[in-house]
């Protein structure tokens, strides 16, 4: 059986626009537009606490499939930076895995979603351990013939990742959409090539959420109030001076990077699927890539930033996508 690729995806115009698919994945308009059915796997989701040791907790919610008399696997879907298991494409990618018989699990990171409350230290993109942890811990507590990972943007980088650093963990497959490849390049992107209201986007959910944490533990100095006027690279060096061992900005980018041939070390089969015209993460990151045979790398000319709205209904190709795959190694 043939599997979709990136070049099957061909939206219609002015769905060719990587600047509006980027703009509508996360959109309310879109959010309103999708079918119930999108939905789905919010339908008795439970709420699960991970222990990733040291007193610190992970929060996510569980789904079991009701539609097979055996469930086709466990999957595991990341969300992006400032997303959450409520996110537009983690609800939609969960709903139609469900339809086909798969557990889902979604993870929230630390510090996103409803869990600021929960630990004291602060979330940055390099906390992979207790991810891994996490991830050791979900596949304990629910069992399953096959274990797919599926993560977006940030999410797709912790994705590839932990599946790089997770030994003993059953993992089956990793897919990744539009993983952050190069931090540091992405950074530069941001601020010096994309428009501006990008920037202006993330960092506006960024100081909501740290206003959110500063909330939750009000005892605590997380940043002075200069600080969070920054820009992102400023405020970004700031975490990383006050809340890491990393000590400078660069090393910090460095520490969460996947670029060049530091994928080599991951030995479980994993496709990376992005688009030419992201106008978030630039693709010629993805073009420098040195994969081994077990990675599939797969740009489509079109989609944007984790967009791949396929028309009106505002649906994405990516369900189908990550369902095929996952389907396959479930069998």
């Known amino acids: 059986m043939s599997l979709p690729t990136g070049a099957d995806f061909n ?6 626009s990587g600047h509006i698919q980027t703009m509508l994945s996360s959109s309310g308009i879109r959010r309103r537009l999708l079918p119930k059915r999108a939905h789905k796997v919010q339908e008795d989701a439970r709420e699960v606490l991970v222990d990733v040791g040291h007193g610190d907790r ?29 996110s ?23 510090d996103h979603g409803d869990s600021h409350g929960l630990n004291e230290a602060l979330f940055h993109s390099c906390r992979i351990d207790e991810v891994v942890v996490a991830l ?21 980088n912790f ?14 497959y990793v897919l990744a959409v539009c993983p952050i490849i190069d931090p540091s390049e992405g950074l530069f992107s941001l601020e010096s ?46 975490l990383v001076m006050r809340h890491t061992d990393f000590g400078s900005l660069e090393a910090y980018l460095d520490g969460y990077s996947v670029a060049g041939d530091r994928l080599k070390a991951l030995h479980v089969p994993a496709t990376i699927l992005t688009s030419r015209d992201d106008p978030v993460i630039p693709v010629g990151a993805f073009d420098a890539l040195a994969l081994p045979p077990n990675v599939e790398l797969d740009i489509a000319t079109h989609g944007g930033h984790c967009g791949f709205i396929r028309d009106f209904s505002m649906t994405s190709f990516t369900d189908d996508y990550i369902a095929a795959r996952f389907n396959a190694i479930a069998r």
């Open 11 to 16: 939206p219609p115009w002015p769905l060719r």
């Open 58 to 86: 992970l929060s996510g919610r569980y789904t079991p499939q009701q539609v097979l008399p055996e469930s086709r696997g466990l999957a595991i879907l990341f969300h992006g930076w400032e997303g959450s298991v409520d």
């Open 88 to 110: 537009t494409y983690v609800l939609q990618t969960g709903s139609r895995l469900l339809e086909d018989g798969w557990d889902i699990f979604r993870l929230n990171f630390r």
């Open 136 to 156: 050791g811990q979900i596949c304990q507590m629910f069992p399953a013939k096959a274990v797919g990972v599926a993560g977006f943007s940030l999410g797709g």
């Open 159 to 172: 994705a590839l990742r932990a599946a790089m650093l997770a030994q003993g963990v059953p993992i089956d």
């Open 193 to 238: 090539d994309a428009p501006w209201f990008y920037q202006a986007y993330f960092m506006r959910k960024w100081r909501r959420s740290l206003r959110r944490k500063q909330e939750a533990f009000p005892t605590q100095t997380y940043f002075e109030l200069a600080e969070l006027n920054q820009n992102m690279r400023d405020l970004t060096r700031s």
